[in-house]
C-alpha cells in the first residue's frame, strides 16, 4: 500500500513538474512573435511588405498620388519629386514658378513677357526706365523724360507726352461734354498755374465753375448762378493779384423783355459772393421778382482788375447802340462812361478792354455804324473815340504790350482775314498776319512775359482752332491748337506762369466744352 502510494505521488510529480510546457499550455522555446512588416498598422491597404513606406499615415501608400509641396512621400516613390516639379534645380522657398523650368534664381529677367523669369521682384519686367508707366502706357519705355505726364517739347522731334503727336505745342481735352455748355465760357490762371473756368449751360440758363490744379486734375462742376432766364450768354472771368475771381455775367429774363449785366466776386478759397448790378437792373442785388423799364446792355462784356483789386467793365449796351466803361467806387456804387457816340448807328460791337500799368483804360471795338470801321478809345488822353483802321472788323481784340503799348487783333469782314496792330506814337500800324482768307474770327490777343505777340483763332478753312506767334526774330508762325473738326469758337484765353497759354473753346458738334493748354 505504502508502495502504490509512492508510485502514484512519483506518476504525478512527473507530469505536472515537466519543463517542456509553460503555464498556457504552449511549448517553451517556440518562436510565437507577430511580424509588424505584414501588418497594416495606418490601415490603407498597404503593409511595409506591400510598399508602405509610412505605415503611420494612411495618406503614404503605393496606391496615393504624389502632393506637391506637403512634404510628404504620398506614393512612396523617390523618384516622384514633392518639390523642384519643374526639375529646374530650385524647390519651392526659392522658385517663384516651380511649374516653368525658364523661371528660377539663375535666369536673366526677359523685359515685357509678363514672368518674373529671375525670380526677383525689384527687377523690372516693365517699366525699365523707372518713370511710373508700364509699357502699355509709355511709349518709349526706355526714357525716363518720355511718358504721358511729360511736357511736350517743340523741338526735339519726339512724342514726349505719349499722345501720338510729335513736338506738339498744345494738349487738349473735353472738360464738360454733359450739356451744350461750351459757347460761351472763360478763363483765369492763379499764381500756382490752377486754372479757373466759367461757362453757360445753354440747356438749362445756369452758369458752372469748376477748377483744374497744377497737377492737372479737374474738380466737379458746380452751380454758381441759376435764374429762371439764361444766366450767361455774355461773361467774362478776371483774377487779381490775390488769386480773387471777378466774373461778369449777363442774365436774359425768361420773358426775354430784360438782359441786364451783373458781377460777382470769389476769394482764394472759391466761396462766391452774392450777386450785383452793374447796369440794367434796379437794384445793387438781384431780385427776379423786380419790376424795370426794358433793358439790353452787356453784351460782349468784357473785365479786367485794377491795381486796387476793384473790378473794371467794357460792353455794349445794344439798346442804345454804344460802348460803355463802368467800373466800382470807393462807396460800391458804379460809374459808366459811354466810350464813343451813336451818331451813323449803332457802335462798340466785340468791346474789348485793356488796362495799361496806371489803371489807364483802352478799349477796341467794331463800329456798325456808316463807317463800319474798328474804333479805339483811351480815356487818359482821348475825348472822341479814333479809327484804327477802315476795314469792317470784328472780334476785336486788344492788349498792352511792353512799355504800355495798345496793340490789336480783328477779324476783316471783307476779305475774311487776320489783322494785327499797335497803336505807335499817335498812329495804328497794322499788317495782314494771315491772307487764305475765312481765318480769324473768334480772335484773341495775348503777350506772353517777353512782350510776344499770340493771336488764337478759328479756322474757317479747316474748321479747327490755331494759333500764330510772332517771335522777335522772323515773321508770323503758324500753331496748331486742336484740329478736330468744329473746335475753336467762342473762345477765351490768358497766358499763365510760365508764359503757357491756356484756353478754352467749344466743339459746335457736340456741343461740349473744351481746354487747351501749351506755348
Not at 37 to 47: K, P, R, V
Not at 304 to 329: C, H, I, K, L, W
Not at 348 to 372: C, K, P, Q, R, W
Amino acid at each position: 500500500m505504502t508502495r502504490e502510494l509512492g508510485l502514484i505521488c512519483a506518476l504525478f510529480t512527473a507530469v505536472g513538474c515537466s519543463n517542456n510546457f509553460d503555464g498556457t499550455g504552449d511549448e517553451p522555446g517556440k518562436n510565437t512573435s507577430v511580424n509588424t512588416n505584414q501588418t497594416d498598422d495606418d490601415g490603407d491597404g498597404y503593409t511595409e511588405d506591400n510598399g508602405d513606406c509610412d505605415d503611420t499615415l494612411a495618406e503614404v501608400n503605393p496606391g496615393e498620388k504624389e502632393v506637391p509641396y506637403d512634404g510628404l512621400d504620398n506614393d512612396c516613390k523617390k523618384s516622384t519629386r514633392d518639390d523642384d516639379l519643374d526639375k529646374d534645380g530650385f524647390g519651392i522657398d526659392e522658385d517663384c514658378d516651380d511649374e516653368n523650368k525658364t523661371v528660377n534664381p539663375k535666369r536673366d529677367e526677359k523685359p515685357y513677357n509678363g514672368l518674373d523669369d529671375d525670380c526677383n521682384e525689384n527687377t523690372p519686367d516693365d517699366d525699365l526706365d523707372g518713370d511710373g508707366y508700364l509699357k502699355e502706357d509709355d511709349c518709349d519705355d526706355t526714357d525716363y523724360d518720355i511718358n504721358p505726364d511729360a511736357d511736350e517739347l517743340t523741338d526735339n522731334g519726339e512724342d514726349d507726352d505719349c499722345d501720338g503727336l510729335t513736338d506738339e505745342r498744345f494738349d487738349t481735352e473735353i472738360i464738360d461734354d454733359s450739356c451744350d455748355c461750351g459757347a460761351s465760357s472763360s478763363i483765369a490762371v492763379d499764381s500756382s498755374g490752377a486754372a479757373h473756368v466759367v461757362y453757360a449751360n445753354a440747356d438749362d440758363g445756369t452758369i458752372l465753375y469748376k477748377y483744374r490744379n497744377a497737377d492737372g486734375a479737374w474738380s466737379a462742376s458746380r452751380i454758381i448762378v441759376e435764374s429762371a432766364g439764361w444766366a450767361g450768354e455774355h461773361l467774362d472771368l478776371s483774377i487779381d493779384e490775390n488769386d480773387s475771381l471777378h466774373l461778369a455775367f449777363t442774365i436774359l429774363s425768361e420773358n426775354e423783355a430784360n438782359r441786364d449785366l451783373y458781377y460777382m466776386y470769389a476769394n482764394e478759397m472759391g466761396m462766391w459772393s452774392s450777386i450785383y448790378t452793374v447796369a440794367g437792373g434796379t437794384s445793387s442785388q438781384i431780385n427776379d421778382n423786380e419790376t424795370r423799364s426794358p433793358s439790353d446792355v452787356g453784351w460782349y462784356v468784357d473785365i479786367e482788375v485794377d491795381s486796387t483789386n476793384n473790378p473794371v467793365f467794357a460792353y455794349m449796351d445794344n439798346q442804345r447802340g454804344v460802348p460803355v466803361v463802368s467800373s466800382f467806387n470807393q462807396n460800391g456804387d458804379v460809374d459808366s462812361l459811354d466810350q464813343d457816340y451813336n451818331f451813323t448807328g449803332p457802335t462798340g460791337e466785340y468791346v474789348s478792354l485793356a488796362l495799361d500799368s496806371h489803371d489807364g483804360v483802352h478799349t477796341v471795338y467794331h463800329n456798325d455804324g456808316f463807317m463800319n470801321d474798328v474804333r479805339y478809345t483811351n480815356w487818359n488822353s482821348l475825348t472822341f473815340s479814333e479809327v484804327v483802321d477802315p476795314r469792317p472788323g470784328l472780334f476785336t481784340s486788344i492788349a498792352m504790350a511792353d512799355i504800355n503799348v495798345p496793340c490789336m487783333s480783328f477779324y476783316d469782314d471783307s476779305k475774311q482775314d487776320l489783322i494785327y496792330g499797335c497803336r505807335e506814337g499817335n498812329r495804328w500800324s497794322n499788317q495782314q498776319v494771315l491772307r487764305d482768307g475765312n481765318v480769324g474770327e473768334y480772335s484773341k490777343l495775348l503777350f506772353n512775359d517777353r512782350s510776344v505777340p499770340n493771336i488764337l483763332y478759328y479756322d474757317g478753312n479747316t474748321d479747327s482752332l490755331r494759333m500764330v506767334q510772332k517771335p522777335s526774330i522772323g515773321g508770323w508762325k503758324e500753331v496748331e491748337v486742336d484740329t478736330a473738326p468744329g473746335t475753336g469758337a467762342y473762345l477765351s484765353a490768358t497766358v499763365g506762369p510760365k508764359d503757357a497759354i491756356y484756353i478754352t473753346y467749344y466743339d459746335q458738334g457736340t456741343g461740349a466744352l473744351k481746354f487747351a493748354t501749351g506755348q
